[in-house]
Every structure is written in structure tokens, then in C-alpha cells.
């Protein structure tokens, strides 16, 4: 622990001094006096841009680990600010590349074979290099063009380095800097911990890959690359070639002759029915990860973050966006309390109240500059005030609307993607929130139950056993005993009670449904 402490501290020097040069230290009003004179001796106030620009330019010149570090903190705009998170969406994947002698050695290892037998050409000069990988172009054997991602040498070790160092430090500020703990260091962390942990085994992004190409494979204008399993690896990712252009390039696209509007829709299509058809969407869709081919086929790229929202969730956010754009402040705000993701001892009237003192000012705006993702923000923000923990995914989620935005004004300045993808959100409200799907959804529910509740009166029945037969002392083994079975008894016949219960009220809803569907 001591030995730990000190290599940090060595390390938290560079750090300081970096991000001193670059200004981007915290204030230090309010802090003790220790801490206040660390802070002045590294801080310079001479740097020009705004915080978040400076604080990107910082983290590239402390190295990959903290890169990705900024990319996560690009999406919790409610830690760091709007306008700090604007700016570090701006790292670019463009780390120094490492020598392509050191990517085909990488892969001839994780391959097993050398690289003349796996490819019929791959080229060591790379097309990109990012903070964890970097991408070849090849083809293989059998004609097949691919693109190679291959892991940079030792970045494990590296990140595992750097990522101690990130744990110690968040422990260090929510300890001497009480004023940020608001800001969740911690959380901070170990959210960056479980994105690195997945886009550190390639396979894991391939898995991805393959299951966003099964869950769109009868969505039209929309393909996924295919994953070549059999060159891909822990270390090496082998998948399909795209040949496109940037979603964003909207002057080669009209030399294309596609029709832009047509694209939007689509991909507004496409983003919908990620969010709420799957609940499994691309989490870093920017620009440089979305391509169209001349076809018009919308081609995404890079699936080492994504994001998932289970149904319970889905429905929330479905239900919630309605309500909103209905401007019915009273049912936003009975949607977040009967879901109780805002406690009870808050004002339901309060809490309506001020969404509706957030959400106006959109409104007044014309339909074509009403932004969901600005929306979104803003209610998170006003939640945080009424004690509601935002779900970081969510947060993704908002990050990536403001881009898909972003992208929607640049294709077309008078069209707005959720106009467009209004029928396909209330045919899956009818579909998934109609009096009738809520019935059957109950239904379901006591299905599930019901196939549950052996499973359930053999684990109760296991730990009432287990317990009996670690009754402590002899004095009182009888009296237990005597407790023990009783209860037995009574969770029996409570659990017979209850089936008969459940099965009863399936079978109603049952025959009820099939009478009016």
C-alpha cells in the first residue's frame, strides 16, 4: 500500500504538471490550505481556449489511457458541464501510430500462422490509429477486402497502470476535495473501467457487432459489416470492409445524387429501432462511425461501446418522451414517481413544475429546432434536484441524440428526426403501451411467476434447512425447530394461496384477451 501511494504520487506530478501547463486545474477556493498551495504551485493561467478544449489537448499529451478517460467523461455532460463535454467529443481518434512490424507480429501471434497465410495482402501502414487500437486494410486469401484492428503492443499493462492510478486519485479527491464529490470520482471511474475491460478483448466488439447485425438483418438501408471470425481474436479483429462515405459529408453525397432527406429518415429509422425495439444501440455514433455507401445503405463502424435499456426502461423513456411532447408536464412527473425513480417525500407538483419551466422554451421554438437530446438534458438536470440517480446509459443515450441531431440539421436544415420517426415511435406505442399490450403484459408476468414459483419454494425450503440444521446451542434447538416448521407449514400453504391465485387471474386475462383481440 505504502509502495503504491508513492508510485502514484510520483505519477500524479506529471499529471498536475500537464494539466497545470494546459490550465485546467480545479479552483481552489474553498479547499484547505495543503491543497490550495499544491494547486497554485501547478496551475498557469496563460493557456487560451475554453476548459474543455484545454482539458483534451491535455489528455493527448498524457497518453492513450487518458484519451479514453476524456472520451468517457465526454458523455457525462451532467458531471462536467454542457460545454465541457461538447469539447471533449472532440478527441479525435488520431493517437501516433506504432510500427507496423510490431501489428503483423501481434497478429501472427494471435493467428497462429504467418501473415502471408492469412492474408493475400495486408498493408502495415495503418488507415487509422486510435487510443487502443489501430486499423489495417488486408484481403484475404480468398479475395475477401477486410479491415484488421489489432491492439496496441502492452496496452493492457498500460491501462491497468494508469487505471490504479485513476481509482487512487478518485479515493484522494472525494477525501481532501469534499466540494467534488458531488461529481462521483468514483462512478467516474468504474464506469471507465467497464468500458476499457470490454474494448480490451476484441472479441467482446465482434460479439457486439454480430448481435446488432442479427437484431437489424430485416431492416432495410441499414447493414452491419460482418465479423470473419476465423482471423479474429482477443487481440485482433478481422471484419467486413466498408467502402462509403461520411454521413456528415453532405457535398459528395449530393454528388452521389442520394437524396439526403431519404438518408435521414432512415437513419432516424435505424436509431429508433435500436433504442426501442432492441434496447441495444451503437453507443458512439459520430460522424467518423457512420458511412453511406453510393447505394444509400447506411454502414456503421466500431462497436466497442454500446449501449443497452432493458424493457422496464424502454418503456419509461418511451412513455416519457410522449407525455413530453404532448407538454404534459403532470404525466411526465407521475411517470418518474410511480416508477419511483423520484422519491416519495418530493412534490409531484413541484418537480411538474419545473419541467415545465425547462421544457417551454423548446417548444416555442419552430418543430424543426426542437431538440429531444437538449430535452433530455434539461430534465436530468431538474431530476438531479428532486434526488433522482440518473442511469449512466441513459446519459449515453442523450449524447448520442445531440449527435444524431447534429447530423440530421447538416443533411437537412428543415427536417427534424423525430418528426420523421414519429409514426414508427407511436406505432410501437401502440403495439407495447396500448391498454391491450399492458394486459397481455401482465399476463406474461404471471406466466413467468408461475414457472418461477417451484423454483422459489425449493430454494425457501433449502434455506429453512439449511438454517434448521445450524440451529445454535442444544438449550434452544427444540424451540427453533418448533418455529422453524411452523413457518414451513405456513409458507406451503401461503405458496398453494398464491398459485392458485396467479393461475386463476392468467387464465382470466387469458380468456379476456382473446375476446377482444
Known amino acids: 500500500m505504502m509502495l503504491r501511494s508513492f508510485v502514484n504520487c510520483f505519477r500524479l506530478i506529471r499529471v498536475l504538471g500537464v494539466l497545470g501547463r494546459y490550465n485546467v486545474l480545479p479552483s481552489s477556493e474553498r479547499q484547505s490550505i495543503f491543497v490550495r498551495a499544491v494547486l497554485f504551485l501547478f496551475r498557469r493561467r496563460d493557456h487560451p481556449g475554453g476548459l474543455g478544449h484545454r482539458l483534451a489537448e491535455a489528455l493527448q499529451e498524457l497518453g492513450p489511457s487518458f484519451v479514453k478517460f476524456g472520451q468517457t467523461l465526454a458523455v457525462r455532460s451532467d458531471l462536467i458541464g454542457d460545454k465541457a463535454a461538447d469539447d471533449l467529443a472532440l478527441l479525435q481518434d488520431s493517437m501516433p501510430a506504432f510500427d507496423g512490424s510490431l501489428a503483423i507480429e501481434t497478429l501472427e501471434r494471435e493467428l497462429g500462422d504467418k501473415v502471408e497465410k492469412i492474408f493475400s495482402h495486408f498493408n502495415p501502414k495503418p488507415v487509422a490509429a486510435a487510443s487502443i487500437a489501430q486499423v489495417h486494410s488486408a484481403k484475404t486469401v480468398d479475395g475477401q477486402l477486410v479491415a484488421v484492428k489489432i491492439l496496441r503492443p502492452d496496452v493492457e499493462a ?96 449530393s454528388q452521389l445524387g442520394l437524396d439526403r432527406r431519404e438518408i435521414l429518415k432512415n437513419s432516424a429509422g435505424v436509431f429508433f429501432q435500436q433504442v426501442f425495439r432492441d434496447g441495444f444501440f451503437h453507443g458512439d455514433m459520430h460522424p467518423g462511425n457512420m458511412f453511406v455507401t453510393p447505394e444509400g445503405t447506411l454502414v456503421p463502424v466500431d462497436f466497442g461501446i454500446m449501449g443497452r435499456l432493458d424493457r422496464a426502461t424502454r418503456f419509461y423513456l418511451a412513455d416519457m418522451l410522449m407525455a413530453f411532447l404532448q407538454r404534459d408536464y403532470k404525466r411526465v412527473a407521475d411517470i418518474h414517481f410511480d416508477a419511483g425513480l423520484v422519491p416519495p417525500n418530493q412534490s409531484r407538483d413541484s418537480f411538474a413544475l419545473s419541467l415545465r419551466a425547462v421544457a417551454e422554451p423548446l417548444f416555442d421554438r419552430p418543430l424543426n429546432q426542437v431538440s429531444i437530446a437538449v430535452l433530455l438534458a434539461r430534465l436530468f438536470r431538474t431530476a438531479e434536484d428532486f434526488q433522482m440517480e440518473v442511469q449512466p446509459q441513459l446519459l449515453l443515450l442523450q449524447k448520442n441524440m445531440l449527435v444524431a441531431e447534429g447530423v440530421g440539421r447538416k443533411l437537412d436544415a428543415d427536417s427534424n428526426i423525430w418528426v420523421l420517426a414519429r409514426p414508427l415511435i407511436e406505432g410501437w406505442m401502440r403495439r407495447n403501451r396500448s391498454p391491450q399490450a399492458r394486459l397481455l403484459g401482465g399476463v406474461e408476468e404471471f406466466s413467468s411467476l408461475c414457472l418461477r414459483l417451484p423454483h422459489l419454494v425449493t430454494r425457501v425450503d433449502a434455506l429453512l434447512q439449511r438454517a434448521e440444521e445450524n440451529a445454535a446451542g442444544d438449550a434452544n434447538k427444540e424451540q427453533f425447530w418448533s418455529v422453524l416448521s411452523s413457518s414451513r407449514h405456513r409458507y406451503r400453504i401461503a405458496f398453494f394461496i398464491t398459485s392458485i391465485i396467479i393461475l386463476s387471474a392468467a387464465s382470466f386475462f387469458s380468456g379476456y384477451l382473446l375476446g377482444i383481440l
Not at 170 to 196: C, H, S
Open 158 to 253: 498500460a491501462f491497468a497502470k494508469d487505471l490504479d492510478l485513476f481509482i487512487w486519485l478518485a479515493n484522494a479527491v472525494e477525501t481532501m476535495l469534499p466540494n467534488f464529490a458531488r461529481y462521483k470520482p468514483k462512478a467516474v471511474v468504474n464506469q471507465f473501467k467497464d468500458i476499457v475491460h470490454t474494448e480490451l478483448d476484441l472479441r467482446l466488439e465482434a460479439a457486439s457487432a454480430s448481435e446488432l447485425a442479427l437484431a437489424t438483418a430485416g431492416d432495410v438501408g441499414f447493414k452491419v459489416p460482418e465479423v470473419d471470425w476465423n482471423r479474429t481474436s482477443e487481440r485482433v479483429l478481422t471484419i467486413e470492409w466498408v467502402d462509403g462515405i461520411r454521413i456528415d459529408d453532405v457535398e459528395q453525397i
